[in-house]
């Protein structure tokens, strides 16, 4: 069993910046690939950024060059850092991973962008 605590989210003006961060912890699942999505409301949830085992990154083109997924492995924690926000990335975060073939997903965590 794994659980993924993410925290961070919260109300930003346009230009801004946050810091979200997703840690970990439980049982069952080894240091693969760490995810972050997002679903906007009336919108399908959609793939923001990943990071390997190795640190591979990939981003969404919606977000490349201002937002950065980093983790710390020893901590199992992930984290994604956004800068110069906009409102059409108002939307509720989620941390993912795969463990033993099982999707596990945080709680999510609001994230709004006011003009």
């Known amino acids: 069993q794994v659980q993924l605590v993410e925290t961070g989210g919260g109300l930003v003006q346009a230009g801004e910046s946050l810091k979200l961060s997703c840690a970990a912890s439980g049982s069952g699942f080894s240091i693969g690939p760490m995810d972050w999505y997002r679903q906007a409301p009336g919108k399908e949830r959609e793939l923001v950024a990943s990071?390997?085992?190795?640190?591979?990154?990939n981003y969404a083109d919606s977000v490349k060059g201002r937002f950065t997924i980093s983790r710390v492995y020893d901590r199992n924690t992930v984290y994604l850092h956004m800068n110069s926000l906009k409102p059409e990335d108002t939307a509720v975060y989620y941390c993912h991973l795969v463990g033993a073939g099982i999707d596990y997903w945080g709680q999510g965590t609001q994230v709004t962008v006011s003009l």
């Open positions: 990071i390997s085992r190795y640190g591979t990154t």
